[in-house]
């Protein structure tokens, strides 16, 4: 489904473009009333439900002043690009001003712009010309921690009788004396390695940081930081953002216990390490408690408040809920007493990372009956983990392997997620020396750990030297990969075969077939263990099947064979892989290595 109120759309874009700048480079919003007339419909209520959101890692995506990091202004020269593919809503990692230590996730201001991205008058018309386009833009919004640079940490470390002091984590030192600073507090550990817990000299106690030192993480027993983030929130929602992807958000509380976590042990008793040469420990008190379902709601209920007629349209909720099962996922939509993420992200069926059918089926079947009426947000990819042509490809057949997997994506039912360059085929680079590690964790961890450098290479426009993402003259901050010179937007654009067309193809389909813009998923011929196949269904719509061949041996199918009352009926071809797949018929679906079939019975 498109945004396809276009009549209230460009009211919003008008309005969008219509805010004020000031003298100091900032923008005011205009009131919502004298911004939108009142047409939200329910196309625009429901933008999310069967949408496409594109994950734009801004640093990378492309530079247009020559500095070689991306910029706003790149992203607003490259909308036509998205709007083509039918991208419905960007994301945008962390533009915010930040030192740049975790890339953006260490944010030192939440009201404002990196310099290095642009001003605030450049977003504003970021968001005005992707709202002439029908796109949506997303926010991340990190609340886990702030930058070590943040007003609000400055202040909290300056004392222990500060006001801000309570607004992040301070414990004593183990054993601590006037000359020594003691051990820390206990034996939790940061996700990007080594202890959690910070020495500060100052004030003597230390602070708990999950992820980088610099990222001290805030204390969400204070409900001065609840309404700081409400108050944030409010502001970016006022200037036109359509939702917000909430970053780590399973870590916000920690056990009020404070108490070690558990050791995981491996086979020979000893304890598990990971890539850090750390223990391998259980989370248990540092991940996924309870209070992050209030706080979830919380944020929900603010967010909600700007989904009014005031303010045509839905402002969304995307979650990045890494968790361990559907059951603990189906937690995240919250109760209809009580509601939280409307899109969770599903970690569940992106990292299964092998080619297997049954566990496909599986957990495919398990976001279409164990969520209840949500809506499923698939993903393969994104910006902290290698690309899915690196963990699903087998070097032969890599771009059937990409075509088949972004089938999969597309063609079931839900929202689809997707990261900047999986369209064309990017492969993840990683940096070949130590020395030119630029993600902190590549350097904590090489080499075992090579960091997360590899799947933020430049966007990869033209087969030119810096891949059309910078100037001739400047360096790019990652180094553009050898695969820029075949694997290009330019290359891609105007080849029936390439990957990109594959995408706009599959994506069409998703907007304009009744079968995929509103069906079910229901699985097919459930015992095959080479093919997954399932079908599309919805009322007063033509049902809609699709195979995809997870093997490099072609294959036949007979779909008329079993499952929910399928007759052998004649199929129309909606669309098939290049050479690779043919059927007229529901009993004989021919499919070549890989191969993708979808078709409409008749
Ligand atoms: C999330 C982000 C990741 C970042 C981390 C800390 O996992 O996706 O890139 O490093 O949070 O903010």
Redesign the pocket.
């Known amino acids: 489904m498109h945004w396809t109120n276009c009549a209230a759309a460009v009211v919003i874009a008008t309005a969008l473009a219509m805010m004020t700048p000031t003298a100091g480079g900032q923008a005011t919003a205009m009131k919502p009333a004298e911004q939108m007339s009142q047409t939200a419909g329910a196309n625009e209520r429901n933008w999310w439900k069967n949408a496409v959101i594109y994950e734009i890692y801004p640093r990378s995506f492309q530079d247009s002043n020559g500095d070689g990091i991306g910029d706003l202004n790149g992203i607003t020269k490259r909308l036509d690009y998205l709007k083509a593919l039918g991208v419905d809503a960007i994301w945008l990692?962390p533009i915010y001003p930040s030192p740049q230590v975790?890339f953006g996730?260490d944010i030192s201001d939440y009201r404002n712009i990196d310099p290095r991205y642009g001003t605030l008058q450049d977003f504003n018309r970021l968001v005005a010309e992707a709202g002439k386009r029908h796109i949506r833009v997303i926010m991340d919004m990190?609340m886990?921690?702030t930058s070590d640079q943040h007003q609000w940490f400055l202040e909290s470390r300056s004392s222990r009788t500060n006001p801000y002091r309570d607004w992040y984590v301070w414990r004593d030192g183990k054993g601590e004396t006037a000359t020594s600073k003691g051990e820390p507090p206990n034996n939790w550990e940061s996700l990007f390695g080594h202890s959690a817990w910070q020495w500060d000299p100052k004030t003597r106690q230390y602070y708990y940081h999950k992820?980088y030192i610099q990222?001290p993480d805030l204390n969400w027993n204070n409900p001065k930081v609840h309404q700081a983030f409400k108050d944030i929130i409010s502001f970016w929602l006022e200037r036109g953002v359509a939702g917000f992807r909430f970053?780590?958000i399973t870590t916000l509380y920690e056990d009020p216990t404070f108490t070690d976590e558990r050791v995981i042990l491996g086979k020979d008793g000893k304890p598990l390490r990971n890539a850090y040469g750390d223990p391998e420990l259980d989370n248990s008190k540092t991940d996924n408690l309870p209070g992050v379902h209030d706080v979830i709601h919380e944020m929900r209920e603010t967010i909600d408040k700007f989904n009014t007629s005031a303010f045509p349209g839905t402002r969304v909720m995307i979650g990045?809920t890494y968790l361990p099962n559907i059951a603990q996922l189906a937690k995240m939509y919250g109760t209809p007493a009580a509601p939280e993420f409307e899109l969770p992200m599903d970690t569940q069926v992106a990292f299964i990372n092998k080619l297997d059918v049954a566990a496909f089926r599986a957990r495919l079947t398990d976001v279409e009956t164990r969520i209840g009426d949500h809506v499923p947000l698939l993903l393969f990819d994104?910006?902290?983990n290698p690309r899915m042509v690196t963990r699903y490809g087998d070097g032969v057949h890599d771009l059937d392997i990409q075509r088949a997997l972004a089938t999969v994506l597309f063609a079931s039912r839900g929202t689809a997620m997707f990261y900047y360059g999986d369209e064309i085929g990017m492969v993840t680079t990683p940096p070949k020396r130590k020395q030119d590690v630029k993600d902190p964790i590549g350097i904590t961890g090489w080499p075992k750990e090579k960091g997360?450098d590899g799947e933020r290479t430049p966007m990869q426009w033209n087969a030119s030297a810096d891949a059309g993402f910078t100037t001739a003259s400047a360096k790019p901050w990652l180094p553009v990969p050898p695969s820029a010179a075949t694997i290009n937007v330019a290359a891609e654009q105007n080849n029936p075969d390439s990957l990109l067309t594959w995408y706009s193809e599959l994506i069409r389909l998703k907007k304009t077939n009744p079968a995929f813009e509103h069906g079910s998923n229901i699985m097919l011929d459930t015992e095959n263990d080479k093919v997954l196949s399932w079908m599309r269904q919805a009322p007063g719509a033509r049902q809609v099947v699709v195979s995809v061949n997870f093997t490099a041996q072609p294959q036949t199918v007979n779909l008329a064979a079993g499952g929910p009352g399928l007759k052998p009926a004649r199929l129309t071809t909606l669309l098939k892989t290049p050479g690779g797949a043919d059927a007229t018929s529901l009993d004989r679906i021919a499919l070549g290595p890989f191969g993708v079939y979808i078709g409409e019975l008749q």
């Open positions: 990692t975790d996730y990190v886990n921690h992820f990222q970053d780590a990045e994104n910006h902290d997360r």
